[in-house]
């Protein structure tokens, strides 16, 4: 994947509401790229130290918090979560379908 893919992934991840999140899937299917989850990933590692993009809404498909060591500390994912109202518990966000965010659903392309 190029840097433009990069840069759709920085801006679908601005639109996420705070007090939800997505997936890396989730919003590979939304740009049109379903089997580039990991690119997403990628795309997020280097976004953990934008300030703009609020990387720690994103989340594997199970809500696990697999990007977390990619933030300033390992914790900060979480507490970010958390701070938007996001139960975490064990590096996971509790009922996910509560506030899981999907793009192909709330946007329109």
Do not use: C
């Given at each position: 994947?190029?840097y433009?893919?990069?840069?759709n992934?920085?801006?679908?991840?601005?639109?996420?509401?705070?007090?939800?999140?997505?997936?890396?899937?989730?919003?590979?299917?939304?740009?049109?790229?379903?089997?580039?989850?990991?690119?997403?990933?990628?795309?997020?590692?280097?976004a953990?130290?934008?300030?703009?993009?609020?990387?720690?809404?994103?989340?594997?498909?199970?809500?696990?918090?697999?990007?977390?060591?990619?933030?300033?500390?390992?914790?900060?994912?979480?507490?970010?979560?958390?701070?938007?109202?996001?139960?975490?518990?064990?590096?996971?966000?509790?009922?996910?379908?509560?506030?899981?965010?999907?793009?192909?659903?709330?946007?329109?392309?």
């Amino acid at each position: 994947m190029d840097y433009p893919f990069f840069e759709n992934v920085y801006e679908v991840v601005k639109l996420i509401p705070r007090g939800r999140v997505s997936s890396y899937g989730a919003i590979a299917r939304y740009l049109g790229a379903a089997k580039s989850a990991r690119a997403v990933g990628y795309a997020l590692n280097k976004a953990s130290i934008m300030p703009d993009v609020p990387a720690h809404r994103v989340v594997n498909r199970n809500g696990l918090l697999t990007g977390r060591h990619h933030f300033s500390h390992p914790d900060a994912m979480e507490q970010a979560l958390v701070a938007e109202g996001i139960p975490v518990r064990e590096n996971q966000v509790q009922d996910l379908g509560k506030y899981y965010w999907d793009p192909t659903q709330e946007l329109t392309i």
